[in-house]
């Protein structure tokens, strides 16, 4: 496997490597290079070797197509068979190696919809924009042309499988491996609502992970959930997002009355699992119609509220409507209407009985143990079989 992180967590990466080991493979995960952490580190998925080249994030850099071709060389040196390269830089490096030997196998797998992601445009500079723009589009071509290599492809929910079929022409759909997560057999209890002070008698809605919205979208969650009394909204996020909607507070003048509440992203997914499960709600925000890849996404967010028995709060997009048909534990609204999100939030109140109680049971059907199978039917289909 290959990562473009140094990974010291990358919970889906885990667990794909997880599930191929417990079935037999031997997995060699090959990370970014990180002088912080150890070159090699022993995990229980397999050994993790931290020496994908730094160079490979910035692909029109002089040291680029050196240090892609010294790696290939080295993967093919080492003998492998059959490389599963996450996102977009590293199925430049597995390319690099099947053009070398072209008995190699390459699943992609497509973490994000890379076309559907132009993240230069956030860029406040327009000589930022315009240079960010440049690499991008390079980056979506030649992923395209990439893409006639591999012998599978992977992404993670309905619609962009068949939007990547749709847009670049492939003969068959990619595989769905949705982001559901491992459930630990022990989740701490947390006290949360005592660390931050959190009176009894107001409802939590926790935005959990990275905060993607403009400050346009920020202010109207903010402003949505202090609209309706009895709420309190929590974000776990890293200090750069925290710092984010602060910013978009003060700058908009909007007065949380000690109903905005933060808290630090954890190390340990355990520890997450346990403040989600002290929390009443989760929220999911994301709309974004003119970026595919986060409106036709299914995110993290929405199955571990989900899996931890929690009504969800999320704009109407396909994804979240589909998981709404299916589970019924979601209130959802138009992410342009501040008053569907108020709406929106009472009705989440009003039903949150009914809607945990749906939580609950599609807790019951979401599991990363039967999601694994369409991994495992994957490579067994396209890899050499693991040992008897």
């Given at each position: 496997?290959?990562?473009?992180?140094?990974?010291?967590?990358?919970?889906?990466?885990?667990?794909?490597?997880?599930?191929?080991?417990a079935h037999g493979w031997k997995v060699r995960l090959f990370a970014m290079e990180d002088p912080s952490l150890p070159e090699r580190e022993l995990r229980d998925h397999g050994m993790v070797e931290r020496s994908v080249p730094r160079?490979?994030?910035?692909?029109?850099?002089?040291?680029?197509?050196?240090?892609?071709?010294?790696?290939?060389?080295?993967?093919?040196?080492?003998?492998?068979?059959?490389?599963?390269?996450?996102?977009?830089?590293?199925?430049?490096?597995?390319?690099?190696?099947?053009?070398?030997?072209?008995?190699?196998?390459?699943?992609?797998?497509?973490?994000?919809?890379?076309?559907?992601?132009?993240?230069?445009?956030?860029?406040?500079?327009?000589?930022?924009?315009?240079?960010?723009?440049?690499?991008?589009?390079?980056?979506?071509?030649?992923?395209?042309?990439?893409?006639?290599?591999?012998?599978?492809?992977?992404?993670?929910?309905?619609?962009?499988?068949?939007?990547?079929?749709?847009?670049?022409?492939?003969?068959?759909?990619?595989?769905?491996?949705?982001?559901?997560?491992?459930?630990?057999?022990?989740?701490?209890?947390?006290?949360?609502?005592?660390?931050?002070?959190?009176?009894?008698?107001?409802?939590?809605?926790?935005?959990?992970?990275?905060?993607?919205?403009?400050?346009?979208?920020?202010?109207?969650?903010?402003?949505?959930?202090?609209?309706?009394?009895?709420?309190?909204?929590?974000?776990?996020?890293?200090?750069?997002?925290?710092?984010?909607?602060?910013?978009?507070?003060?700058?908009?003048?909007?007065?949380?009355?000690?109903?905005?509440?933060?808290?630090?992203?954890?190390?340990?997914?355990?520890?997450?699992?346990?403040?989600?499960?002290?929390?009443?709600?989760?929220?999911?925000?994301?709309?974004?119609?003119?970026?595919?890849?986060?409106?036709?996404?299914?995110?993290?967010?929405?199955?571990?509220?989900?899996?931890?028995?929690?009504p969800v709060l999320a704009t109407s997009q396909p994804e979240f409507i589909a998981f709404q048909q299916e589970f019924g534990n979601c209130a959802l609204y138009n992410g342009e209407r501040a008053e569907d999100l108020?709406?929106?939030?009472?009705?989440?109140?009003?039903?949150?009985?009914?809607?945990?109680?749906?939580?609950?049971?599609?807790?019951?059907?979401?599991?990363?143990?039967?999601?694994?199978?369409?991994?495992?039917?994957?490579?067994?289909?396209?890899?050499?079989?693991?040992?008897?």
């Open positions: 496997m290959l990562v473009d992180n140094p990974m010291r967590s990358d919970l889906r990466v885990e667990r794909e490597a997880r599930s191929l080991h160079a490979i994030i910035s692909p029109l850099s002089l040291k680029y197509v050196r240090a892609r071709t010294r790696f290939a060389r080295m993967l093919v040196a080492e003998g492998a068979r059959c490389i599963h390269a996450h996102d977009h830089y590293c199925l430049d490096l597995a390319v690099a190696a099947k053009r070398i030997d072209p008995s190699i196998t390459i699943i992609y797998d497509a973490h994000e919809y890379l076309a559907g992601w132009p993240v230069h445009m956030e860029s406040p500079r327009r000589i930022d924009r315009l240079k960010g723009g440049i690499v991008w589009w390079w980056c979506v071509q030649r992923e395209r042309m990439n893409l006639r290599h591999c012998a599978s492809i992977i992404t993670v929910s309905r619609s962009l499988c068949e939007e990547m079929q749709r847009r670049n022409g492939l003969p068959t759909r990619p595989v769905l491996l949705r982001n559901i997560p491992d459930i630990p057999a022990y989740i701490p209890r947390s006290n949360i609502r005592h660390d931050l002070q959190i009176p009894e008698h107001l409802q939590v809605l926790v935005h959990s992970g990275n905060v993607y919205h403009s400050d346009e979208r920020i202010a109207m969650l903010v402003r949505g959930c202090l609209s309706v009394d009895g709420t309190y909204l929590l974000f776990i996020c890293n200090t750069r997002n925290r710092s984010k909607v602060i910013s978009v507070i003060e700058r908009e003048n909007i007065m949380t009355a000690d109903r905005v509440g933060f808290v630090d992203f954890p190390e340990r997914h355990e520890v997450l699992l346990g403040m989600l499960r002290a929390c009443d709600a989760g929220v999911v925000h994301t709309w974004q119609p003119d970026w595919p890849s986060h409106w036709l996404s299914l995110p993290n967010r929405i199955m571990e509220y989900t899996l931890c028995g929690l108020r709406a929106a939030i009472e009705q989440l109140l009003e039903q949150r009985t009914a809607l945990e109680v749906n939580a609950k049971h599609a807790a019951t059907r979401l599991s990363w143990r039967s999601e694994q199978k369409a991994l495992i039917d994957l490579y067994e289909m396209h890899c050499a079989g693991p040992p008897a």
